[in-house]
């Protein structure tokens, strides 16, 4: 009954019927408590609603039930790293890294080690994430914001900006991006760029906070 539940969630949000979806697994759950599948497809829908507090929770349960289930530690500390658990998404990626090792694993343990302040540390779980996956525009990128913290601004902006010639754009790149160039005195060569950005990524609010400021 339980992957039948899931099966059918999976249906709902091919059709885009997300509270569908989440009031099946909530009732999986429900019903088998001891499911870590339920739990685990509960979280994945509750991260696509934003609500990673209980996504966390979830996959939190699952953790319980099955630690050593394949790429679970990895999800489990991506989870509290958006939910803002950052100890905790630190000791779940450590456990990753030890059970699977691999970029993606490492890249998760650098944001945690960087949010704690833990820049030294952060910046070998980076290297050692662009080690196992040179070509990964994640770990670059979280090897940039690492720098980047350690005031290591033009060596940060390189990055950023390779990322942005080979075609990798997103918010969080722009927005370090900028942070980098205001660093090395380019402010309004910052300026210019969150004017760009927000024209591309109209609801994202610190786009928009930060070109407001700098009409000022």
Not at 71 to 82: D, E, H, K, P, T
Not at 172 to 183: D, P, W, Y
Not at 197 to 211: G, I, K, V
């Given at each position: 009954?339980?992957?039948?539940?899931?099966?059918?969630?999976?249906?709902?949000?091919?059709?885009?019927?997300?509270?569908?979806?989440?009031?099946?697994?909530?009732?999986?759950?429900?019903?088998?408590?001891?499911?870590?599948?339920?739990?685990?497809?509960?979280?994945?829908?509750?991260?696509?609603?934003?609500?990673?507090?209980?996504?966390?929770?979830?996959?939190?349960?699952?953790?319980?039930?099955?630690?050593?289930?394949?790429?679970?530690?990895?999800?489990?500390?991506?989870?509290?790293?958006?939910?803002?658990?950052?100890?905790?998404?630190?000791?779940?990626?450590?456990?990753?890294?030890?059970?699977?090792?691999?970029?993606?694993?490492?890249?998760?343990?650098?944001?945690?080690?960087?949010?704690?302040?833990?820049?030294a540390d952060a910046l070998a779980a980076a290297?050692?994430?662009?080690?196992?996956?040179?070509?990964?525009?994640?770990?670059?990128?979280?090897?940039?914001?690492?720098?980047?913290?350690?005031?290591?601004?033009?060596?940060?902006?390189?990055?950023?900006?390779?990322?942005?010639?080979?075609?990798?754009?997103?918010?969080?790149?722009?927005?370090?991006?900028?942070?980098?160039?205001?660093?090395?005195?380019?402010?309004?060569?910052?300026?210019?760029?969150?004017?760009?950005?927000?024209?591309?990524?109209?609801?994202?609010?610190?786009?928009?906070?930060?070109?407001?400021?700098?009409?000022h």
């Open positions: 009954m339980t992957q039948q539940a899931i099966d059918e969630a999976n249906r709902a949000l091919q059709l885009g019927r997300v509270d569908e979806a989440e009031r099946l697994l909530r009732n999986a759950v429900e019903s088998n408590p001891q499911s870590a599948d339920a739990h685990v497809a509960l979280a994945n829908v509750l991260a696509r609603r934003e609500q990673h507090g209980a996504a966390t929770e979830s996959l939190a349960n699952a953790m319980r039930i099955d630690r050593n289930r394949r790429g679970l530690a990895l999800n489990y500390a991506i989870s509290c790293f958006r939910a803002g658990r950052y100890d905790e998404a630190e000791k779940s990626a450590r456990f990753a890294v030890q059970a699977e090792p691999s970029s993606p694993a490492y890249d998760a343990l650098a944001c945690a080690l960087r949010e704690q302040g833990k820049t290297e050692e994430a662009l080690r196992l996956a040179p070509d990964s525009n994640a770990a670059q990128h979280t090897k940039g914001s690492i720098l980047l913290a350690l005031g290591r601004n033009a060596e940060a902006l390189a990055i950023f900006e390779d990322l942005n010639n080979r075609g990798v754009a997103a918010p969080a790149i722009t927005m370090n991006r900028g942070a980098a160039l205001e660093k090395l005195g380019r402010a309004g060569e910052a300026a210019r760029l969150y004017t760009e950005a927000t024209a591309l990524w109209p609801n994202f609010p610190e786009l928009q906070r930060q070109r407001g400021l700098r009409r």
